[in-house]
């Protein structure tokens, strides 16, 4: 009997475990290439999730459309034949574009031209409200003009159940309040701006100088590039004082800005418990069930309320009125927001609105947060989801007007 060749046999042994060796190669291969691919696939999906969980943080939160740059809403007088807005202000006031940017952004500055260093902030000049006027309401009547104004908002609300509408009124000085559907949960998108820099101010309340803290953006928060001012105008690297950070994200409700006031108050979770000990009836982190004004239902965090958002600004307010150093620069930044309040449609323009106004476009939602030095300091605060920016701007300067008129009758002989 012939004895096999021992070449042959190493051959075919060397020939066997190449074989395996390319195999397990290939096999390693195409795993790596899936974990990659499921891998990007998750992170897309988490964006997504993180969008709709906390549309404030994110590109939605406050982001605009070329049609919204185009839009252009309608102008309401004075008549009694105008769509329920009634003002006695001026005989023609132009609504504001709920979308609108204030200001043209500048060229982007490219790697080679930017200067990384931190630009100086220049203040503004100090916001101070006027004296108040002499109320000729008595109590009596003016408790009567209040509940006059309740029938109102509310006739509304029921003339529109293709929206959905919370209100939250305060006289700051005395305290009166009227609340409809304010505890029910809304998107307050960038106007959570406010509450958080109320934190921040409290925090650092015995700095009065330039706050000389500086942060560098670096693409931590890239999908909120479409709704910021930094993202459209500076590239990676660029250093920015904390001023600046808190000015950009009150007065230009810019996403990136206010990411990085929530990382300097030590997350969302540190931020949301500091703001929780003002008002916190819901906790912005925590998920609430609500359905919109579709009638679809939503369960996610990233909800206040209209009476948590009244909270937080009559707060501000009353440390204002205390001590004017602690928040001076934050009620600076609300008087020269840029973006265009619908409140000026229906209020006189002697009257100075401090405002944020929050827009969450995929959601259709607004939230107007606003404090209006008239006859007296008050808090308005309106939210309003409608099918279009068009029908919720005219809410919002609908119910307005109706605030107007109550303040108007408390003041006139």
Same mark, same amino acid.
């Given at each position: 009997m012939k004895r096999p060749n021992p070449t042959f046999l190493k051959k075919a042994e060397g020939i066997k475990t190449y074989r395996k060796k390319r195999t397990l190669i290939i096999i390693l291969v195409l795993l790596v290439i899936t974990f990659v691919v499921?891998?990007?696939?998750?992170?897309?999906?988490?964006q997504d999730t993180y969008k709709l969980m906390f549309p404030g943080l994110v590109g939605a939160a406050t982001s605009t459309t070329t049609s919204y740059s185009e839009y252009q809403r309608p102008v309401h007088t004075t008549?009694?034949?105008?769509?329920?807005?009634?003002?006695?202000? /001026? /005989?023609?006031?132009?609504?504001a574009v709920l979308a609108a940017t204030a200001t043209p952004t500048p060229e982007p500055y490219t790697t080679e031209s930017q200067n990384n260093s931190p630009d100086p902030f220049s203040e503004y000049n100090n916001f101070s409200f006027k004296p108040m006027g002499v109320q000729t309401a008595t109590y009596q009547e003016r408790a009567v003009a209040l509940d006059e104004l309740k029938e109102k908002v509310t006739k509304y609300q029921k003339n529109h159940p293709n929206m959905r509408i919370c209100y939250d009124f305060i006289a700051l000085s005395s305290g009166e309040h009227l609340g409809i559907d304010e505890l029910d949960p809304v998107l307050p998108s960038g106007a959570m701006a406010i509450p958080f820099s109320i934190v921040y101010y409290d925090k650092i309340s015995g700095v009065t100088g330039p706050l000389s803290e500086t942060v560098t953006y670096d693409g931590n928060y890239s999908g909120s590039r479409n709704s910021s001012y930094i993202a459209k105008t500076y590239t990676y690297g660029k250093a920015f004082y904390m001023r /600046?950070?808190?000015?950009?994200a009150i007065a230009k409700n810019d996403s990136i800005a206010l990411n990085y006031l929530i990382e300097k108050l030590g997350g969302l979770d540190e931020a949301v418990a500091s703001v929780n000990e003002i008002s916190g009836y819901i906790p912005y982190n925590e998920a609430r069930i609500y359905k919109d004004y579709r009638g679809k239902e939503f369960r996610a965090p990233g909800t206040i309320s209209c009476y948590d958002m009244g909270n937080y600004i009559s707060y501000m307010y009353h440390v204002f009125i205390n001590d004017p150093q602690i928040n001076q620069r934050l009620f600076n930044d609300m008087a020269a927001n840029e973006v265009e309040s619908p409140l000026s449609a229906a209020f006189p323009l002697s009257a100075k609105i401090l405002h944020v106004l929050g827009r969450n476009t995929d959601r259709n939602a607004y939230l107007e947060c606003a404090i209006i030095d008239y006859k007296e300091p008050i808090a308005l605060v309106i939210y309003v989801e409608a099918s279009s920016p068009d029908a919720a701007g005219t809410a919002i300067a609908t119910l307005g007007g109706y605030t107007q008129q109550y303040i108007e009758a408390c003041y006139t002989p």
């Open positions: 499921v891998f990007i696939s998750s992170i897309a999906s988490a008549t009694e034949s105008t769509t329920e807005v009634t003002t006695t202000a /001026t /005989t023609t006031v132009p609504h /600046t950070i808190l000015n950009y």
